[in-house]
Structures are given as C-alpha cells and as structure tokens.
C-alpha cells in the first residue's frame, strides 16, 4: 500500500469515527423547540416498562427516552426546576401499594434534589394517556394571601390567562374535556402542616367566590378534578 493510500485509509477511519461520536452525541441531547425555559412549566417523568431508562415530556414538546443516569443533566438543561414548575412522576404499584417502576438509585438523587429546589412535585397512578392527557395548573404568589389577580392558569404549559378572565377560561376548558377526572396541579405553596392538608384546593374555592364564578366551579370541582398531594410541599417545614 501506497503512503497515500494510507494517509487516506487513516483520514477516512478518522472521519467515520467522528460522525458515529457526533451521532451518539446527538441522540442523547435533550432538544427542546419551544420556549420550555420559561416557568411555570409541566414535567411528565415515566419509568414504566423501560429498562434502565426513563421518558420525559415537557410542556408540549415530543416525548423523548433516556438513560436514567442522564436524569440530572436533564434537569440542568432545564436551566433547574423552580417555584411554579409542576414534576409529575407515573406510578406503577402493587396491590400492597409498593412502588415498582422507580428506580432506587434515581430517587435517592431526586428526593434530595427537591430538597434545594422549589418545584412541585406529583405522583399520580399509571394511565394510558400519561404524556398525551391535558393537565391544569397554576402558579400564584408562594404565601398568602394569594388574590386572583395575582394567579395564572395553563394547560400543559400553555397559558390559559391571568386573573378572574384565567379563572373562568380554565374552567370552560374543563368543561370541554371529554375525560371524567382530570389533573389540577398547584405549585410548591406555603406549607401550613396539617391544619390544611387540602390547601390547594381551598384556593380554588376562595378564587370562585372572588370571581363570581362560585356556582360554575361548585359544578366541576367534585365530579370533574381531581387533586393530589405535593410531596415537594410536605418536605417544608412548617
């Protein structure tokens, strides 16, 4: 072989190699399109019927699939998770109740994150439609009192509006949903202990009186929303 012919064979290798690393590189980067760096944001994280990995939806960006060890860059790429940004964990449990799908490793790394950050964070059970469903959330000032002039509603990240005009859109787009149950998430509010376990939702009710749309919430709230319990919350203190 000529010394050309190698230099060639040399250069060659080196390029094939190069564009498989940029490749792999690639296939792991978390690419966001829209304008997901911008709170309130909502944060779907399933580890079901993955193997070693985790698929994660933000707002309404496509759903992407990682390894679970990425989980923390993730986050970082998120510019970090803050007050008014809802994580929504899917559950996959047994009859006794016992959690299967969550990694150990990745919770230990998790709950002590939250522990720094001001997120919200939601565990709710395993349902087909997970990163498709619409859920509803807000954000309003961290104590209060917290007037509705000062609260914003959104559907998946997108803003329904602010103020009684917010209040009632997100209220006509509940009525419009065909699902039974859905979602409403509150951010990572004052926590009061358990003088007020339901405190999410006394706010709610506080705000439809205010608004003067007591009688429309009264007729979604029971029947139509359903609530759970932040655990960023009750790892406050008092």
């Not at 050309?4 to 060659?12: I, K, M, N, Q």
């Not at 047994?94 to 565990?123: A, I, M």
């Not at 859920?135 to 998946?156: C, K, T, Y």
């Amino acid at each position: 072989m000529s010394r050309e012919s190698r230099h060639f064979t040399v250069l060659f290798a080196f390029l094939f190699f190069a564009t498989v690393l940029a490749g792999c590189a690639s296939a792991n980067r978390f690419s966001l399109n829209g304008k997901t760096s911008e709170r309130p944001r909502m944060v779907r994280i399933s580890f079901i019927g993955q193997s070693d990995s985790f698929r994660i939806r933000v707002d309404q960006e496509p759903t992407q699939k990682f390894r679970n060890a990425e989980l923390s860059n993730i986050i970082a790429q998120l510019d970090d998770l803050g007050y008014g940004d809802i994580v929504v964990w899917e559950d996959q449990r047994n009859d006794s109740g016992r959690e299967l799908s969550h990694p150990k490793v990745v919770t230990d790394w998790w709950f002590k994150y939250l522990k720094q950050s001001r997120c919200s964070f939601y565990s709710i059970p395993q349902r087909k439609d997970f990163f498709s469903a619409e859920f509803i959330h807000w954000v309003a000032p961290f104590s209060g009192p917290r007037p509705l002039s000062d609260a914003e509603f959104f559907i998946n990240g997108e803003r329904l509006g602010g103020g009684p005009l917010g209040f009632q859109n997100m209220i006509k787009r509940i009525e419009a949903m065909k699902f039974h149950s859905v979602p409403i998430f509150a951010p990572r509010v004052k926590n009061e202990g358990q003088e007020s376990p339901w405190i999410a939702f006394e706010q709610l009710f506080s705000w439809a009186k205010e608004a003067g749309l007591a009688k429309e919430f009264d007729s979604i709230a029971y029947d139509r929303l359903a609530e759970f319990t932040d655990w960023g919350r009750f790892m406050d203190d008092n």
